[in-house]
């Protein structure tokens, strides 16, 4: 009787918690979509978060140095726009330069050269960026002092009218 090598037991990998198999034919596209929001709230939460930190990180360099180059590849250049928007409206830079160019590069899944946009934008400093960044400062260093509570007021319920069959 001859014998036959078998490969080693391969481990049973359990189901990823962050997948969702999804068919079209037991559930309802909405099942799906409500499973998913959670998810995407989070994900707009971190986004503003890391939005603000970025924002701050870039205006202690702009107070350093007068003047920051944002760049970005790809789907980064929302973010990049977004960043400089936020600063402009907020009356802490000034936009110097932009430009936006092409850049080959090797994509790793299919090992080919593929062309991502970029962009390039120069913020300066505004004129009135010292005197904005020193009030908010302030602001967070010296917090405005609480007023004095209000009295609770006492509030009379309405008086009631009673009818005939009320007071019999």
């Keep these: ?20 198999q999804v068919s079209n034919t037991k559930k309802p596209l909405f099942f ?18 890391m939005l603000h930190t970025a924002e701050i990180q870039i205006t202690r360099y702009i107070q350093q140095h ?6 970005a590849l790809g789907m980064a250049i929302t973010t990049v726009v977004t ?22 590069m090797k994509d790793e899944s299919k090992g080919r050269l593929v062309q991502k946009a970029k962009i390039e934008i120069v913020l300066g400093k505004s004129e009135n960026f010292d005197s904005l960044v020193a009030a908010a400062t302030a602001a967070i260093v010296e917090p405005e002092p609480e007023s004095e509570p ?12 009673q009818t005939n069959d009320e007071n019999k």
């Design 32 to 49: 799906y979509v409500n499973l998913a929001k959670p998810l995407f709230e989070f994900l707009k939460i971190f986004q503003d978060l």
């Design 150 to 161: 209000k009295p609770v007021q006492e509030v009379s319920e309405p008086k009631t009218e």
């Design 83 to 104: 960043i400089a928007e936020i600063l402009k409206n907020n009356g802490l830079a000034t936009e110097k330069k932009v430009s936006t160019s092409t850049v080959g």
């Design 1 to 20: 009787m001859a014998t036959v090598a078998l490969p080693p037991p391969q481990p049973i990998e359990p189901q990823k918690k962050n997948r969702i």
């Design 66 to 71: 007068n003047e920051v180059e944002l760049s």
